[in-house]
């Protein structure tokens, strides 16, 4: 059932173990809780999600750095932030 499905999709060479890990990955993308990933995926821990799930993109990078710098700069402008 999954190899023709995939194959009339045309998404030949994906896996359904390829499909999970690319599902637990935008979750993250979204901002999902680690908890929460961690429950849909049946895993016993968050330990065991962010060890396996755990990879960080060049966009979240990029977004972590951006906020970052803003935070730095209105600290220097004597602004304060809410979080």
């Known amino acids: 059932m999954w ?5 009339k999709a045309g998404l030949k060479g994906l896996t359904f173990h ?6 637990a990955g935008l979750m ?6 680690t908890q929460v990933i961690a429950r849909r995926l049946g895993h016993s821990s968050e330990r065991m999600t ?6 960080v993109t060049p966009e979240t990078d990029r977004a972590a750095a951006s ?5 730095l700069r209105s600290s220097h402008r004597g602004e304060e932030k809410s979080v």
Do not use: I, Q
């Open 28 to 33: 993250r993308e979204a901002g999902a809780h």
């Open 18 to 23: 390829g499909l999970r890990h690319t599902g």
């Open 67 to 71: 906020a970052l710098d803003e935070l």
């Open 50 to 55: 962010t060890g396996t799930y755990g990879w």
């Open 3 to 7: 190899y023709p499905a995939v194959t």
